[in-house]
């Protein structure tokens, strides 16, 4: 099963696509994460199309069963938040319409699911995703770790789910 995580963001959305293998005791494997851009120079519409069209692409080659997006739900910067909001949506019904479960999380439930407590900071997160999925380097921008711990969340999470982790290859 693949489950994609996202960390929305009009300019920079994170996604980070792990594996979960029932058949191996539950195994979890990074497959992918990266970060879609998209130039604030370029007219809302057409970014947020742009968007749309990036996590169309991924769904379509992963074919995750379950999309796992970050909530927003603070930032001082209104116009900040809209347009996190704004990507937010876009990713929800895009997912929803490929037939993907979408499931949101609190960027609380999401620091605590993957390092034990809600008040995480950045760099304890970036350090347990990589401890976590045995990935050597942190991941590039910070944004795509960010949505690799969401799918670390969902997997998590998710009723009678327990999981174990392994080294990428």
């Not at 809209?82 to 990713?91: F, W």
């Not at 999380?105 to 350090?127: I, R």
């Not at 990935?135 to 770790?145: G, Q, W």
Request: one cysteine or more; aromatic letters at 4%.
């Amino acid at each position: 099963m693949f489950v994609l995580g996202i960390d929305p963001g009009l300019s920079r959305c994170g996604y980070g696509v792990l594996e979960q293998d029932k058949s191996k005791s539950k195994v979890v494997k990074a497959v992918a994460a990266g970060v879609i851009r998209t130039s604030p120079k370029t007219d809302l519409a057409v970014r947020l199309a742009e968007l749309q069209e990036e996590i169309r692409s991924l769904i379509d080659e992963y074919e995750p069963e379950e999309v796992a997006i970050e909530r927003v739900l603070f930032q001082v910067n209104v116009s900040s938040a809209m347009a996190t909001g704004q990507a937010a949506g876009v990713a929800m019904a895009t997912a929803a319409a490929s037939g993907c479960a979408v499931n949101l999380y609190s960027p609380n439930e999401v620091k605590l699911a993957v390092a034990g407590w809600g008040g995480a900071d950045k760099k304890q997160m970036e350090q347990m995703v990589q401890t976590l999925l045995s990935i050597n380097k942190p991941l590039r921008p910070v944004d795509a770790a960010d949505a690799v711990a969401v799918a670390l969340c969902h997997l998590a999470m998710k009723p009678s789910s327990s999981m174990l982790v392994s080294e990428t290859k």
